[in-house]
């Protein structure tokens, strides 16, 4: 069973700083990598996307990257804002289409 | 395009009650599926669908059932609700061959 990592599980950043969220997973035979932001209460808007076959994708300010072998992805968002702040879902997808969710970075952007 | 809609936005149930929980979406999506999201757990997959009249059991499909009778509609089905099924359901749909996923809001469901 895949088993997905984030870390950290919370942070707390002064608003214009670049920051790091990491995932990792298990089971390196993944078909692709999704990202998603997930609002308070609210449901799970995709962000990114990195196929198997890639190393990295970029969208605005953010920034994902992918290493399959060792298992890990990073999402790069760069001069944060406080509209940026929101969980962040990691979630590996295997051979069919079901994807396995990590629990999350909570992130908060001060001003 | 609505997406993928989800209804109702809220539920209380008392235990052993059943319901429908309802999902569609008109993006002409073969593959559906149900997560549910607890606290201090990644969301874990209940059941999916691969398309009509196909449908097959995630990670905790445990006292959920599911159908699949048009392209459109992936129903979730509480037979006789339980505290432990108090959470919130996501439904998710994708096109085949392609790759990225479309959630609805979600549903929040209590069982008292």
């Known amino acids: 069973k895949q088993e997905v990592t984030q870390i950290p599980a919370a942070l707390s950043v002064p608003e214009g700083e670049n920051l790091v969220l990491n995932c990792s997973f298990t089971?390196?035979?993944?078909?692709?990598l999704q990202w998603f932001r997930q609002d308070p209460g609210k449901g799970l808007t995709s962000l990114l996307l990195i196929q198997s076959s890639q190393r990295e994708q970029t969208s605005g300010r953010l920034n994902a990257s992918l290493d399959k072998s060792s298992g890990r992805s990073t999402l790069y968002i760069a001069a944060s804002q406080p509209g940026d702040s929101a969980t962040y879902l990691c979630?590996?997808?295997?051979?069919?289409?079901?994807?396995?969710f990590g629990k999350g970075t909570s992130l908060l952007v001060t001003p | 395009n609505a997406g993928v809609t989800q209804t109702p936005k809220f539920q209380v149930l008392k235990t052993g009650q059943s319901m429908t929980l309802q999902c569609a979406q008109d993006m002409n999506h073969e593959y559906m599926s149900w997560y549910r999201q607890d606290p201090g757990m990644g969301l874990r997959l209940i059941h999916y669908?691969?398309?009509?009249?196909?449908?097959d059991q995630g990670e905790v499909p445990n006292g959920y059932n599911v159908s699949r009778s048009t392209t459109e509609d992936f129903p979730l089905r509480l037979l006789s609700a339980a505290p432990s099924q108090t959470s919130v359901y996501f439904c998710?749909?994708?096109?085949?061959?392609?790759?990225?996923?479309?959630f609805g809001p979600g549903t929040r469901l209590t069982v008292l």
């Open positions: 998710a749909s994708v096109r085949q061959g392609e790759n990225e996923q479309f």
């Open positions: 979630a590996p997808r295997d051979s069919g289409y079901a994807l396995n």
């Open positions: 669908s691969v398309g009509a009249g196909i449908t």
């Open positions: 089971d390196s035979a993944i078909y692709n």
